[in-house]
């Protein structure tokens, strides 16, 4: 008789009705497909307007196209270069440029993509060397395997601190729950 | 506009809450049981109290004309409970669910009551005479979550629900025997056991807490906890439906809705005070909260005496008292419903929540 440990068999796996063998598409809302070629040619715009000096046009235009058809490399991509653009602003434009987007047409839907780029932003700090062995939960939130992420995370985790006490100020607690609830992950 | 009347009964979460139809006795669930509260005057006298669940109470509904009262609970079971002379006498349900039961409405037709459960599926109850038994069928597919709330199309065989798997729909409940043939409707035309009218989600997929449908039953809406409210009209049978309004707001979530006209909802949840929405199938918006902004009982802002600052800093080491919500609830609304109704429109609405509060509000 073959020896079968049976505490080893997935059970979930043999039973048709279970969650285990959903598609799990199906939960999803429709996103549109975004190539890394793409998402790549958005961030060298994107880089341009912050160049420029107009960081506030950067980080609008940067979260009105958050590639949530992307793949992980894509987004990958989009949310450095969205930390780029939140590290390079002063804090006291903090506040003024999140009240200008908030009231904006389209505005409160841009500040939950920006809590979602700053919770994303947290759970990775550490040298983009080791967030490759970060494994993302299907919540698209990455297992925390280390806080801080040594001297380097530590000033970037207190830049997107600072951004996150300013957009609860302005959004309300109401988006952090949004964060959370959205199937389409940054 | 009038202030809203409060019942503060006791220091427990109120799951469901519901009023009889001449609205002089209210159910409200407390752990696990039922309390059963009678008018006298201005206020209300507990008066009975239905034990038998043996877990949590997570749902009550009175049925306006018979009278009965079914009650669902965590421990997976239902009863049904019926007046008699020597007091409320229950009837065990058979579910058939493995996990809690969440929520339990009765049908207008009051023959049938849905029961939303953690198993994935909605038994659909009915009596069955021959046996003098509350037996069920199951609406199974393509459930993939918790179901999380329920919702009785006028018509009695239309159901909707809405799930953990952020998706809102519509399903069939024709049992033969028990409802007549039902008026086709853009809904469906043909409608046996389990068919699936509608199947909705909105933009982000949030889990649904709340659903219900138009008082004609044309209209589907549903809340997510994406703090969206979305409403559905649809076309025909099998085609797109005709509009899909989401309406994204900056609140907390809403637990619990309910349609005040065709063109109105009353929406409440974790931001503690109702919310007021307003629209047809060209669109919809927030128009505003229930609360009043300047109620004189609860605005307490007291002359502040010397005496009085004194006193507060004596007690409470601080000159005024910051620990309560400028709401009439203090805590997260979990249900509302409709409480008075005139002409085709409903003019005063109940609310209960965490904080054991139950108020009458006029809409």
Redesign the interface.
Same mark, same amino acid.
Do not use: I, K, N, Q
């Given at each position: 008789m073959a020896t079968l440990n049976w505490r080893t068999i997935n059970v979930d796996a043999l039973d048709p #009705?279970s !969650?285990a063998n959903?598609d799990l598409s &199906?939960? *999803? !809302?429709a996103v549109a497909p975004a190539s890394t070629a793409d998402v790549q040619s958005l961030a060298g715009q994107i880089r341009q307007l912050l160049r420029g000096g107009d960081s506030e046009g950067a980080l609008q235009g940067a979260l009105e196209s958050a590639p949530y058809g992307a793949d992980e490399r894509g987004k990958e991509i989009h949310l450095a270069t969205v930390i780029e653009i939140l590290q390079s602003i002063r804090q006291s434009d903090m506040s003024p440029i999140l009240s200008r987007i908030y009231s904006s047409p389209g505005g *409160?839907?841009a500040l939950d993509v920006l809590m979602k780029y700053i919770y994303k932003g947290m759970s990775q700090t550490q040298t983009s060397s080791t967030t490759r062995n970060l494994t993302p939960q299907a919540t698209g939130f990455s297992q925390v395997h280390a806080r801080g992420g040594g001297e380097g995370g530590g000033q970037a985790m207190s830049v997107l601190l600072s951004w996150h006490e300013k957009l609860v100020e302005i959004? %309300? !607690? %109401? &988006?952090i729950? @949004?964060v959370m609830? #959205? @199937? @389409?992950t940054v | 506009m009038a202030a809203p009347e409060v019942h503060h009964l006791f220091h427990h979460a109120i799951a469901d809450h519901s009023f009889s139809a001449d609205r002089q006795t209210l159910a409200v669930t407390r752990d696990n049981v039922i309390d059963l509260y009678q008018r006298s005057g201005k206020t209300f006298q507990l008066k009975d109290e239905l034990t038998g669940h043996d877990k949590t109470v997570t749902g009550v509904d009175i049925a306006p004309n018979s009278g009965k009262i079914v009650t669902c609970s965590q421990d997976r079971n239902a009863y049904v409970w019926e007046p008699s002379p020597q007091g409320w006498k229950p009837t065990l349900v058979l579910l058939r669910i493995n996990r809690a039961a969440t929520c339990v409405r009765w049908a207008p037709s009051e023959t049938k009551f849905a029961v939303g459960s953690g198993a994935r599926l909605i038994p659909v109850c009915y009596f069955e005479e021959e046996d003098n038994w509350w037996v069920s069928k199951h609406v199974k597919k393509p459930i993939r979550s918790t179901i999380t709330t329920v919702a009785w199309h006028p018509n009695s065989v239309l159901l909707a629900a809405g799930s953990t798997d952020g998706h809102a729909r519509v399903f069939s409940s024709f049992i033969k025997g028990v409802d007549a043939r039902p008026e086709p409707s853009a809904w469906g035309e043909r409608l046996p056991f389990n068919t699936v009218c509608g199947e909705f989600l909105n933009n982000t997929a949030g889990w649904i807490h709340s659903v219900a449908f138009s008082p004609s039953g044309n209209a589907l809406a549903f809340a997510a906890h994406d703090s969206s409210l979305t409403v559905v009209y649809p076309s025909a049978p099998e085609q797109p439906p005709r509009a899909v309004i989401s309406i994204s707001t900056q609140l907390l979530p809403f637990m619990s809705l309910v349609w005040s006209s065709e063109d109105e909802i009353i929406a409440a949840g974790y931001n503690c005070e109702a919310y007021r929405f307003q629209g047809s199938d060209g669109g919809w918006q927030l128009a505003g909260s229930l609360e009043a902004k300047s109620r004189p009982g609860l605005s307490d802002q007291r002359e502040e005496s010397a005496l009085n600052m004194f006193r507060n800093m004596d007690l409470k080491g601080k000159t005024s008292d910051d620990t309560k919500l400028k709401t009439v609830h203090q805590n997260t609304i979990n249900t509302i419903r409709s409480f008075q109704e005139s002409g085709g429109k409903v003019t005063k609405i109940s609310s209960s929540g965490v904080d054991g509060r139950v108020v009458v509000w006029n809409v």
């Open positions: #009705d !969650p959903f &199906s939960l *999803t !809302p *409160t839907e959004a %309300g !607690p %109401g &988006s729950v @949004r609830t #959205d @199937r @389409r | -």
